[in-house]
């Protein structure tokens, strides 16, 4: 099972210690025990096409071995907690898309 999220961060977070700190929650949201691997990045400097969007800020892909780690992982697991905690109000947007 996959997880997708991007994140579109407020206009007043887009600075680069505002970026640091958002990057190195990514980094530790990615210590989850519950995650099978896990990757984060900005926009990739593709060519623009119409069907590519490079407007969001970072992306955030996991994979988990099962829907109940997913599971786990959104109901209860604290490094997840503490991420959204600590960022839920620095985004503008988040939009998630999961893959089976």
Request: negative net charge; charged residues 25%; hydrophobic residues 35%.
């Amino acid at each position: 099972m996959e997880h997708h999220v991007y994140f579109w961060l407020k206009s007043e977070r887009n600075n680069e210690d505002d970026r640091k700190c958002f990057e190195q929650g990514l980094r530790d949201l990615c210590q989850s025990t519950f995650l099978t691997s896990s990757h984060w990045g900005m926009p990739a400097q593709t060519k623009p096409r119409p069907v590519t969007d490079h407007s969001f800020a970072y992306a955030l892909s996991l994979k988990f071995s099962s829907m109940e780690d997913h599971n786990s992982y959104q109901e209860g697991d604290p490094v997840h907690d503490a991420f959204i905690t600590k960022f839920k109000d620095w985004w503008e947007k988040v939009l998630v898309m999961d893959v089976a």
